[in-house]
């Protein structure tokens, strides 16, 4: 099948391109060619040049503003920022809210969720080649009552094969989400898991899984459990080797291979409740995580899940914190947690915050970045999951700040530094508007993230930044 062609767009000061989306609901796969990049310059490690032409500090317009500030107070010369695709055709069942980000497989073609929009209004799972075309893949309510699903709010997992899986909030055979699979040359779509809800399943999951060495599936749901306040759920796929003999036992899985790996305390209960989408894992297999609510200080908690299912507690929030909205980052090499809160801080616009994985004095928590300086136009409302570089910088986005539409921003993890990499216009300048997902590093070294609203239809957009130098993928 063929992709639909793209009609190109201009805008002062950048180009944009709208998509046509195919009408088709299956694809094979489409080479993605790279646009080529210069060499990535040498940098001492921790150190970050100023872009070409950046302003000295004794000649910013403000000197009260930190360095990190000044240089960005204007757009940088060494970011390119481009639409790769602006969901703006009526005459089609196009995607509509994308609050995830993308992943690519090897020859780069992006995929990603949607939660509204499709044949059936459910929502999808869609691809974008390099043209900036874009097919539905899987339209949700292909089933009678959306058994198969119904509004996918987290981004998706690729797997050494190609295959693709993701969850959706709604729908199932219990209303309560499900899990779900794409197979990766057919896109054939395979139910995995449907969620039953408290008190011995999960329900409503909201964040992408993460894939366990043995090739287990981990994800959290926002609700359901014991107390209904939340799960973390495991799935061991058919060919998923089992545990190590001398493992601890573990919960019995379902017929499908799902079981639940803990399941959150009371909302007012000091070991965290409701956590938010998304885990990260570290090699050990240990887990790691934020909830929104519970904690000592009713104000969220970092938390880790070891193999066994033990939970502990690393940190928990105060309401001059703020309260997370989204899971971590790891650095390995460092064993330190990367997040944001989407409130509090000292402009009470949300923070970039560090935690050792061992918590405690070892692992003091600190934040590294407070949105929201006044008269900046810096980012606030950070409500997705940073990406981080090899070389030790944190990327990511806030729905708000900025021009009121929202930013992609850079900080560097080791002092806290921040440029502002692009401030969205919104739908009246063919720009995103709240940007809800994280951003991916592609191969070439680019950003490449979607916005839940904007573009020439207030559909919705996917984007991508071309950086000097390039970030270094994980």
Known sequence: MRWARMTPLRAPGRHTCACRLARALTAGAVALPYLLLPAARAEAPGARAAPPN?????????????????????????????????????????????YSGLVADNSGQLYGTSSSGGAYGGGTVYAINAEGDALVLHAFGAQPDFADGRSPEGGLLRDAAGNLYGTTAYGGAHDMGTVFMLAAK????????????????GAHPQGEMVLGADGALFGTTSSGGRY?????????????????????PQAR????????????????????????????????GNLYGTTRGGGAHAAGTVFSIAPNGVEKVLYAFRKSDGTPQAGLVLDPASGMLFGTTATGGTHAAGTIFRLGIEGGPSGAFALLHNFGLPGSADGARPQARLVLDKSGYLYGTTAGGGRGHGTVFEVDSRNGHEWVLHRFTGAAA????GPLGGLLIDQAGRLIGATARGGAATAGTVYMLSLWPPPSPQ
């Open 228 to 248: 209904d306040t939340g799960t973390v759920f495991e799935i061991r796929l058919p060919a998923t080797a089992r545990r190590a003999p001398d493992a601890a």
């Open 430 to 433: 063919d720009d995103g508007d």
């Open 253 to 284: 899985a379902r017929g499908d291979g799902e079981s639940i790996l803990y399941a959150f305390q009371p909302r007012a209960s000091v070991r965290g409740s409701l956590p938010t989408p998304g885990l990260v894992r570290d090699a050990a």
């Open 186 to 201: 057919t896109h054939a779509w395979t139910l995995l898991h449907s969620f039953g809800g408290a008190p011995s399943d």
């Open 54 to 98: 950046a302003p000295a500090p004794a000649d910013a317009r403000n000197p009260a503003l930190p360095w990190s500030w000044q240089v960005t107070r204007h757009r940088a010369p060494d970011v390119a920022y481009k639409v790769l695709c602006s969901f703006d055709d009526p005459s089609v069942n196009q995607p509509l809210n994308l």
